[in-house]
């Protein structure tokens, strides 16, 4: 099944008697709450939602051609993690959108992220308001983990929550299509993030999401320079195949059609521009390659850069070397299970 803003499907995954669920899209964010005691200063309000927003990290990336738009057409696989921010929302009566960061947000991590309308969050949630015709008000809280910049897709997995927070919250009967048609307008990893699905091919600019089931669980070691990367400049500076791999035998690996060794077949045709647009990286990806004797791999437009783990035991193992030689944090990032029943 494909699923693209022409069309969508819904269905509803698993939840708690106490859990508020949000109809269709699927993602974690089907499991809303409705008291908040861990992100800010909401607790307590019986009218905020919460939810979380995971992070995707792509296990194949090929730029197969530039459109008219100038977006790039795109084949991809993403995979759906358990790392993740949270993102809390509560009516609002004087009816404008805010956002703020959660007390316990760290400084390091506010940098950089507008907490005005260039926020995908309220942009968002302007445009369901616009689409629905209402003029309410709501005030985000987002407490933030995954670093901007880094190819996690953050920002996008931030609207894709704020879509269904505000469904939620203003009009439980939106489709999903008019979710996923807003998505679309917004960015490229939107509606992965939107599907609830593990993991997906996704073509188009990202948009057009093809579900992909896996085989097994898997987990990553991932981390970040302090320098992040500019989306538009990295693919402004990646130079077009003349024929474009394609990610056919990757699905099959993953979804356990073939056997064979992931590391070998994961690829991504923006890391040579973003190498040399980011020495910081490139010098990260070096001494990584080096520590764990392994390939090491670039998620979407970078920054993050991340290595394949053989097992739980294996990633803490890395997480140890990593801390204790090059003095950096990483992540353990394990795919997260579908929400689509």
């Known amino acids: 099944m494909i699923l693209s ?31 908040v005691s861990s992100c800010g200063s909401v607790a307590a309000n019986s009218d905020a939602l919460t939810t979380s927003c995971p992070a995707k990290l792509n296990v194949f990336l090929e730029v197969t051609g530039k459109r008219a738009d100038g977006y790039h057409e795109l084949d991809t696989v993403m995979l759906r993690t358990r790392f993740a921010d949270q993102l809390t929302v509560v009516p609002a009566k004087n009816g404008l959108l805010t956002l703020r960061f ?28 616009s689409r629905i015709g209402i003029s309410d008000g709501a005030e985000f809280i987002v407490h ?58 996704c073509r188009g600019r990202g948009e057009i999401i093809e579900p992909l089931p896996l085989a097994r669980r898997l987990t990553f070691v991932a981390l970040r320079p302090n ?11 990646t130079k077009l195949p003349a024929e ?6 990757i699905a099959a690996l993953l979804s356990g059609r073939i056997s064979g060794s992931l590391p070998s077949m994961i690829f991504n045709r923006l890391t040579e521009a973003a190498e040399a647009l980011n020495p910081e990286m490139s010098r ?8 764990c004797r392994r390939p090491v791999f670039m998620s979407g437009s970078g920054s993050t850069v991340f290595v394949v783990a053989s097992s739980h ?29």
């Open 284 to 291: 990260l990806m070096h001494r990584l390659r080096r520590l």
């Open 5 to 35: 803003v022409n069309g969508s499907h819904s269905n509803a995954g698993q939840y708690s008697s106490e859990d508020q669920v949000v109809n269709g899209c699927g993602m974690p964010s089907m499991h809303i709450r409705g008291s």
């Open 244 to 249: 474009p791999r394609s990610s056919s035998d």
């Open 144 to 201: 933030k983990r995954i670093p901007p910049e880094s190819g996690l897709g953050g920002g996008s997995s931030n609207a894709a929550s704020s879509l269904l927070l505000c469904r939620q919250l203003w009009a439980p009967d939106v489709s999903d299509l008019i979710l996923h048609e807003i998505a679309a307008s917004l960015g490229s990893d939107i509606n992965f993030l939107l599907s609830g699905h593990s993991a997906a091919i």
């Open 313 to 341: 035991v294996d990633a803490i193992a890395l997480q140890t070397a990593i801390q204790r030689t090059l003095k950096q944090t990483s992540w353990l990032l394990d795919t997260a299970p579908s929400e689509v029943a």
């Open 227 to 237: 320098a992040g990367n500019s989306t538009p400049a990295v693919f402004r500076a």
């Open 102 to 129: 959660s007390d316990a947000t760290p400084e390091r991590m506010q940098s950089g992220i507008p907490l005005d309308q260039r926020n995908l969050i309220l942009r968002a949630a302007e445009a369901l308001r």
